[in-house]
């Protein structure tokens, strides 16, 4: 088995852009500090935004799927889960919601990764919840005629226990001896994680889920108010071609992290500015701009379509009935174009059209 040093990342020279990525995150987590303390009260909508993103869009990226309708309705404890996927999605939200919660009760340790994983599958009902994994599993790649190969393959069952304590131990080593900025040290061990792929399910949200914790552990309170699931869903493809740079090599620890680690801090970086952009939008709300203001200086700046549940995240204090009437009111007046009916419905900036 590999050995795992958190420590040797202290003695390592970085790129510029990472150093960069690093010290941006680092001004926006002192200003969004600030703003949580000044407007606690409105930030409320955007954390349950965020859960709910989160929820599915970590799920979306497994192949777990169910409509927004039914997303917003299990959220709201309205509906019970019909299907396995939902069962599935439920148990994410549990873990979620701990997390969120209770982060500064969970440390880094086997046993806590464990019982976090036994809560994402128990709904579903699944036996090997909460334990790992008893036969060796595979990543693999379905090329475009439908053939499959294994692109990589984890450490052996008899291994992952040993490996899981390690890297735990590695990451509190590295951590109390602050010599490593936390921004680069987390993404080390959700790389190393995911090669060692503990699990016989669940892996990739589990992933997920223990970024957010580790942020949330160091300070990063960013993922409370959006969903860096989402980002991730969005940027599905960049994810997997990094990933499978940093497992090349990886057994006999010649891999190289960089490009995940690159792609991790612009992924939290990503979600920084959104943040301080959908508080720009609450703001303009408490100035007393109409509802139809706060949805016309979205659409301003939004390009390419999107459809009326965007307008709805990304304007958190105004109601979906006030943005529904909003955008009537902009395609009336020639501002937007509407295409689609139903759930299929999206707009458009009408001077984005080339005619």
């Known amino acids: 088995m590999r050995s795992f040093d958190y420590l040797a990342l202290a003695k390592k020279s970085w790129d510029t852009d990472i150093l960069n990525l690093v010290a941006r995150i680092h001004e926006y987590k002192g200003r969004q500090e600030l703003l949580i303390t000044q407007k ?9 935004i965020a859960r709910i993103q989160s ?95 294994t692109r990589f393959t984890p450490v052996p069952p008899y291994e992952t226990e040993a490996a899981v304590i390690a890297i735990c131990a590695a990451y509190e080593k590295a951590i109390v001896s602050e010599l490593i900025d936390p921004l680069i040290l987390i993404p080390v061990f959700i790389c190393d994680f995911l090669c060692i792929h503990p699990f016989n399910d669940g892996n990739g949200r589990m992933s997920r889920l223990l970024t957010l914790l580790l942020l949330y552990k160091n300070g990063y309170n960013v993922g409370k108010y959006i969903s860096m699931e989402k980002q991730i869903e969005k940027t599905k493809d960049r994810y997997y071609e990094v990933l499978e740079g940093a497992n090349a090599g990886w057994h006999e620890e010649r891999n190289d992290p960089i490009p995940f680690i690159r792609y991790l801090l612009q992924v939290i970086l990503s979600c ?31 390009i390419g379509k999107f ?19 909003a955008l009537t009111k902009l395609v009336e007046e020639g501002t937007l174009m509407r295409y689609g009916r139903g759930r299929s419905t999206y707009y458009v900036r009408a001077d984005s059209s080339d005619d």
Do not use: W
């Open 40 to 48: 606690p009260a409105e930030l409320d909508r955007l954390v349950e």
């Open 55 to 149: 929820t599915e869009a970590s799920n979306k990226i497994e192949g777990i799927v169910t409509t927004s309708t039914r997303m917003k309705q299990l959220f709201a404890d309205k509906t019970t889960p019909r299907n396995r996927d939902e069962r599935e999605i439920m148990g994410y939200r549990d873990v979620l919601n701990t997390i969120h919660e209770s982060h500064e009760f969970i440390p880094i340790r086997l046993s806590y990764i464990l019982q976090l994983h036994r809560d994402l599958l128990k709904r579903a009902g699944l036996s090997y919840g909460g334990q790992l994994k008893t036969v060796q599993n595979y990543i693999n790649e379905t090329k475009p005629d439908g053939t499959s190969m």
């Open 272 to 302: 920084c500015t959104e943040f301080e952009d959908r508080v720009g939008q609450m703001a303009a709300i408490s100035v007393k701009s109409t509802s139809y203001d706060v949805v016309r200086r979205f659409v301003e700046g939004k």
């Open 307 to 325: 459809a009326s549940s965007d307008v709805v995240a990304n304007c958190p204090g105004v109601g979906r009935s006030s943005i529904l009437s």
